[in-house]
């Protein structure tokens, strides 16, 4: 059954947010730097999509790449919730 993007990009959520979490329940110490760059390295993959979707010669290839940016937003969305956490976090303990 085909999936919708809606459901990709929250199952791509879930699946960050759950490594995520796992990571930092076990005593992972979280690297701001990296996920700063993960979140820009999403933000031009989406655009690198966008922009190819141009010239997509099917509808089909049209929506594969809405399938894609929704994978990479839903990624995008998880780091960016976690890093906002921590920044949070960082902020109260100062």
Same mark, same amino acid.
């Given at each position: 059954?085909? +999936?919708?993007?809606?459901? @990709? ?9 759950? $490594?995520?979490?796992?990571? %930092?329940? *076990?005593?992972? @110490?979280? !690297?701001?730097k990296a996920i700063k760059a993960t979140i820009?390295?999403? /933000? *031009? /993959? @989406? /655009?690198?999509?966008? $922009?190819?979707?141009? %010239?997509? #010669?099917? #509808?089909?290839?049209? !929506? *594969?790449?809405?399938l894609v940016i929704a994978m990479l937003q839903? $990624? +995008? ?5 976690? #890093?906002?956490?921590?920044?949070? /976090? #960082? !902020?109260a303990n100062k």
């Amino acid at each position: 059954m085909a +999936q919708t993007t809606e459901q @990709i990009k929250q199952e791509s959520y879930t699946s960050i947010k759950e $490594q995520l979490d796992a990571a %930092f329940a *076990k005593g992972g @110490i979280p !690297n701001i730097k990296a996920i700063k760059a993960t979140i820009a390295s999403l /933000r *031009k /993959r @989406i /655009r690198n999509v966008e $922009q190819g979707v141009v %010239f997509a #010669l099917s #509808l089909e290839e049209v !929506n *594969k790449a809405e399938l894609v940016i929704a994978m990479l937003q839903g $990624q +995008q969305q998880a780091y960016q919730e976690r #890093l906002d956490w921590i920044n949070e /976090r #960082l !902020n109260a303990n100062k």
